[in-house]
């Protein structure tokens, strides 16, 4: 389909499936997200440890995972990342597992502080940081916007493996119904980038949408261009012109949100004026009250697709808040942010494990989900 789906088309697709329950996966053992799971060095013990990890997910009930996709290791090792992505979809397939890949985003450190990644022995975390290295999107000048992310896609230079990488991708998994849908886009306008990612992003969609993959495409809003680092929380909606290039493009509506109960259903029902059915595909931030008891029932009573961030605690200490909050009155950082399991598999919180199995037990979506449209 080489263009944007309607709003038909879109339910449609949305309401042939069940409710989509699942969380944002990167193995325990990894700092440095899924460069570790897709490389050639140590990718056994690397899948050993997923294979666990979804087999654990299976259990409770979960039928999807978003992963974002290390374009480092297709640059450098293509051979074996193909391989490698090729292993991972046969294994979600075994569960009924399906895969949103993440392709590119916006959550940067400023240039000076970016490092290509390396392949080979990974680092080891640095004790008492958010994805285990001080060096973070996450702090205060990044999020103020004082200082700008750097993405690779800025450089000129990159844009022909990009194209390469977007079109292999659509070659060889666009039929593919283990992907469920493509996430062009993480959180555009983050890291001060409220203008940098539009071109390479409305670029991706058309490579996408020319090869004609049978998936939606979908790229996320979070609160971009808000009045300050936590305005978003307070009044949910879109503040930045790049999120609104983001719902034009989109097929499906994805949006992260890690508020309270009441902003958070404040959020679903500014969305549903698209009138495309809706998944949360960031989400579980306890210090700031968006917890599984009360935020998983209310997703799937509201028909929204519901990815939460985490899952097994490891070298990515998920457990820590970002830079930007440590400070923050009133918020208990002595709770976990993310992730529901420690590293042995023992759950952070009983109550949790015991929700997410009654609500993952049927998947039914609601019955005039698709019907009810707000303006």
């Known amino acids: 389909m080489k263009r944007r789906w309607t ?15 699942g969380f944002n996966f990167i193995p325990s053992g990894s700092m440095t997200g899924n460069l570790w799971l897709f490389q050639e060095y140590g990718h056994k013990e690397a899948f050993r440890d997923a294979a666990r990890e979804i087999a654990l997910a299976a259990e409770l009930g979960f039928n999807s995972i978003r992963m974002v996709l290390p374009f480092e290791v297709y640059r450098q090792e293509k051979e074996a990342f193909f391989i490698h992505m090729d292993e991972f979809l046969e294994l979600l397939g075994e569960y009924d597992i399906t895969l949103m890949p993440v392709l590119f985003g916006d959550c940067c450190v400023p240039r000076e502080k970016y490092r290509t990644p390396c392949l080979g022995p990974q680092p080891e975390p640095v004790p008492g940081y958010f994805g285990g290295s001080p060096v973070t999107p996450f702090d205060d000048s990044t999020q103020s916007g004082e200082s700008i992310g750097y993405s690779i896609t800025d450089d000129p230079e990159n844009r022909p493996v990009i ?6 991708l659509a070659s060889r998994y666009g039929q593919d119904p283990r992907i469920l849908m493509w996430n062009v886009w993480n959180e555009a306008g983050n890291s001060g980038r409220l203008s940098q990612s539009l071109p390479m992003m409305e670029a991706v969609f ?3 949408r020319e090869a004609d993959v049978m998936q939606p495409l979908t790229a996320d809003v979070w609160g971009a261009g808000a009045d300050n680092p936590y305005g978003w929380l307070k009044k949910p909606g ?9 719902i034009a493009l989109s097929d499906i509506i994805t949006f992260h949100y890690y508020g309270d109960y009441t902003h958070s259903r404040q959020y679903v029902d500014f969305l549903r004026r ?11 931030h306890r210090p700031f009250r968006s917890l599984i008891q009360t935020h998983l029932p209310m997703w799937k009573k ?36 993310h992730d529901i399991f420690h590293e042995d598999f ?3 919180d009983r109550e949790e494990i015991e929700v997410i199995r ?16 707000r303006n």
């Open 206 to 208: 058309t490579w996408l």
């Open 7 to 21: 709003e038909e088309e879109a339910w449609a697709w949305y309401t042939a499936r069940p409710w989509i329950s």
């Open 346 to 348: 023992r759950p952070y």
């Open 238 to 246: 879109i503040y930045a012109e790049i999120e609104e290039h983001s």
């Open 163 to 168: 194209e390469e990488y977007i079109k292999e």
């Open 358 to 373: 009654e609500c993952n037990r049927d998947k039914t979506l609601p019955e005039n989900i698709g019907r009810v449209k």
């Open 302 to 337: 509201e028909g929204v697709g519901s990815y939460f961030f985490g899952f097994v605690n490891g070298k990515s200490q998920f457990n820590n808040v970002w830079e930007f909050i440590k400070n923050l009155p009133d918020i208990d950082t002595s709770l976990w942010m």
């Open 274 to 284: 698209f009138n495309r059915p809706l998944i949360n595909t960031e989400w579980l």
